[in-house]
């Protein structure tokens, strides 16, 4: 079993900064992908970014490139998520999540069996 809880979620406003943490835990493995995804109110769940175990492999939803940064420190576990230039319609609930099996930084959801809580992210105008 995998252990995933986030931190660092709270209310900015626009233009504003928050980076976002990721802790795993548990029977981990160096085969792994962790990811980030959101889900506003009333909206489908979407994928924001996601890094391999090595960091070799990246992806970031086009709707954040160049705004945000996922990094990863293996030896913790952890994984960040830096959000710089926020917007309003950055707003939504922020998940960590991680791919047992993964060797790369997969965007698709069904890869990642073991999810945290959830940490909600509010840009105000």
């Known amino acids: 079993q995998v252990q995933v809880a986030e931190s660092g979620g709270g209310s900015v406003q626009a233009g504003g900064s928050l980076r976002l943490s990721c802790a795993a835990s548990g029977r981990t493995f160096s085969d792994s992908a962790m990811g980030w995804f959101r889900q506003a109110p009333g909206k489908d769940r979407e994928f924001v970014a996601a890094?391999?175990?090595?960091?070799?492999?990246?992806n970031y939803a086009d709707s954040v490139k160049g705004r945000f940064t996922i990094s990863r420190d293996s030896a913790k576990n952890v994984v960040y998520l830096q959000m710089n230039g926020l917007k309003p319609e950055d707003t939504a609930v922020y998940s960590c999540a991680y791919a047992r099996g993964a060797t790369w930084a997969t965007r698709n959801p069904r890869d990642y069996g073991y999810w945290g809580q959830g940490t909600q992210v509010t840009v105000s105008s």
């Open positions: 890094i391999s175990w090595s960091g070799s492999s990246i």
